[in-house]
């Protein structure tokens, strides 16, 4: 929280002219959070350990067949996805991965807007823009994957 | 300068061969005078197995009396000179200067730079505000707990029980692993590395009976879940704690319901 230290030249600090004081941290206010009682944080942290590991064999399973295996990135066409999609198999891997990956960044995002936005206000518009975006792009996509027709033109 | 020193005994640099020159570099704050910090130099003439702490004291006492710091046991057991010295938090009381310091034909070569530990007010020079730090320790409850009837002979405990929690209860509360801490740093709401350790003392004394709710404190926002296994904590800590493996051993308590 900035504090403003600027002052007129020549005003030295003194007894009668203190230094600002700054509010150290964990002094109890108005303002403390008080103590909420629940495993939000357990279940949170289990989370990300937990999609992590599925993370890594989704993604570096998806990105070997897109990329690698079976002429590369120039097979991907439409006739590629709408085959692949036309399993459930595959259907299930995608949707797993979408929802995994958008919990699992939205998570870690949320952590990293904590601990680094200082202002109350700018922490609540950071993480409104932050669920708004992950709630968007969870359910387009999985609204892509169950209502997707191969045959459209 | 304002404070009176020492006057220095004639003669006393005589035969003073062994002696090293290093440069003290040392953050410099003093509310009264600027609100703002600055770095000061100091050249001393010191033995290299003598510490930290006995440079500053010689600045101290024969160069600067403003200079101002916490020490009192001055032999690592009190806790109270943790600072940040050459970028890394250590104890003055227990950093020798042959450790620290490059030398060359009898020169250091790059000045020894200390600084107050990170996350707390600095109220002056290398004096930071404790009280955030001290507030975490009380709020984990850093005692025995007991029910019932006092035994009349003392609690027993069997050599494996004491071995759970012998690593935690050598912590002197020097702040200097919660102070090296990047989660703390952030906004300071976090417990710290020092309070869980005092925690995990008494959550895994078999004869304490409020693990409970010592764990449901630690399970809050602010608690063991903001630890990101970072290890400054285990770096830091003087007393060689695995700060780190005990914070893992909440988290485990909390995961498992079992301690
Ligand atoms: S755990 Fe180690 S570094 Fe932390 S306060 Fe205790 S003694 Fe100091
Ligand atoms: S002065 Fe007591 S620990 Fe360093």
Known sequence: MAIDTTRAAGSEFSPDNPAPLIEPPRTRT???PRATR???ELYGWLFMRLSGIVLVILVLGHLLIQLVLDGGVS????????GRWAS???????????????LHGGNGLRTIINDYAQNDDTRFWLKALLYTATVFTVLLGTLVIFTFDPNIR | MATPTLDKPAGAEAGADHLVTVTFRIRRFNPEVSDQASWQDFELAIDPKERVLDGLHKIKWEIDGTLTFRRSCAHGVCGSDAMRINGRNRLACKTLIKDIAVLKDGRGTKPITVEPIQGMTVLKDLVVDMEPFFQAYRDVLPFLITEGNEPSRERLQSPADRARFDDTTKCILCAACTSSCPIYWSDGQYFGPAAIVNAHRFIFDSRDEAAERRLEILNDRDGVWRCRTTFNCTDACPRGIEVTKAIQEVKRALV???V
Do not use: C
Request: zero cysteines.
């Open chain 1, 30 to 32: 108005p303002h403390s």
């Open chain 1, 38 to 40: 629940t495993n939000f």
């Open chain 1, 75 to 82: 097979k991907i066409s439409f006739a590629f996805v709408a």
């Open chain 1, 88 to 102: 459930p198999f595959w259907q299930v891997w995608d949707l797993a991965m979408l929802w995994l990956a958008m």
């Open chain 2, 256 to 258: 498992t319901r079992r």
